[in-house]
Every structure is written in C-alpha cells, then in structure tokens.
C-alpha cells in the first residue's frame, strides 16, 4: 500500500451504555471519543474522522441491545453527554506532573476563541485560559496536572449560543 493514500475514519464510535456489557460508561464516552480523535489527528495520512451513530440503535427487546449503542443520542432521541462533547471534544494527556491538552471547536472553519474551564474536587468551574484554535477549530497547550482536576470547554458561537463540552479527566501517556 503507497504511504502517501489518505485515511478516511468513516464509522467510528465507542459503545456506550445502555449496553452494560460491551459499553462504557456516559462519563467515560465522551473522554474515549477525544481521545480517539486525538490521536486520529496527529497521524498526518487521516483526512477525515467522523462519528457513528447519531443515535443509538433501538433495543431488540427488553434490556436486549443487538445493535450500536454508540450514538450521540439514545434511541428514543435524548442527548448523551458525549453529543456536547462532540461539538467541543478535549482530551488531557498527563505527562507526569505536566499535561498536554488537545481540544477542538466544531464546527468552525476559522480560527475561534473558546474558555478551557477548569474544576477541582467539588468546587466550581472557572477559566483557566481562552484559547485560539487555529482554522480547523483545534488548539494544543500544556499546563500543570492537579490530582482530580477535571476539564472542559465552553463556546459561544457567533449567534450567541453558549455550548459547553462534558468535564473530562486526564488520562495517563501510554
């Protein structure tokens, strides 16, 4: 296979519950997500990253899951977390006492300023830093690791509309 070919990521997604027995949790899909197309992003070759499902497949009976349950949306059309995630996907890499952070803006098409909010323990969310992403809508920045920090991104898009991302935690380099 020539190495130059690009990658098109056409159907990827991570099962989520309702499905307890191959699905992650609704906290930890959003984070597996950004995850993924972060380390998408980084290989050169990907032209093209996109979600499967929008919506969960429909149950086959009770607490019967045969289908997808990776969907932005249940089956019966309420939002998952990961459906806001999606829009701002983040993930933070800890790099001993460092971490490296990844984020987009969807869907921009020019570079856009967002907030990276931050919380610790069970305290509030503040501002950490308004980040610029450049014209695909990502940014990359590093900043201290804080034992049960968790992150996420808020976006007010040029209507007005405030969209914020589902908080995240980091996650060791591996």
Do not use: C, H
């Amino acid at each position: 296979m020539p190495r130059n070919l690009p990658i098109w990521l056409t159907e990827f997604g991570i099962q989520s519950t309702p499905d307890d027995i191959q699905g992650v949790s609704l906290a930890r899909q959003p984070e597996y997500q950004a995850i993924s197309e972060r380390i998408a992003r980084s290989n050169l070759r990907v032209a093209a990253f996109s979600q499967y499902l929008m919506r969960d497949d429909p149950p086959t009976g009770p607490d019967e899951f045969g289908g997808f349950e990776s969907g932005l949306r249940f089956a019966d059309g309420r939002a998952k977390p990961s459906l806001d995630a999606w829009r701002l996907p983040l993930a933070v890499r800890r790099q001993g006492s460092r971490v490296s952070i990844w984020g987009r803006v969807r869907p921009v098409t020019a570079p856009t300023t967002a907030e990276l909010q931050i919380a610790q323990g069970s305290g509030g969310w503040r501002t950490l830093q308004t980040v610029t992403t450049d014209a695909r809508g990502s940014f990359t920045l590093r900043s201290s690791y804080r034992k049960g920090r968790r992150w996420r991104l808020r976006w007010t898009a040029p209507g007005g509309t405030v969209r914020t991302g589902a908080p995240i935690r980091a996650y060791l380099r591996g």
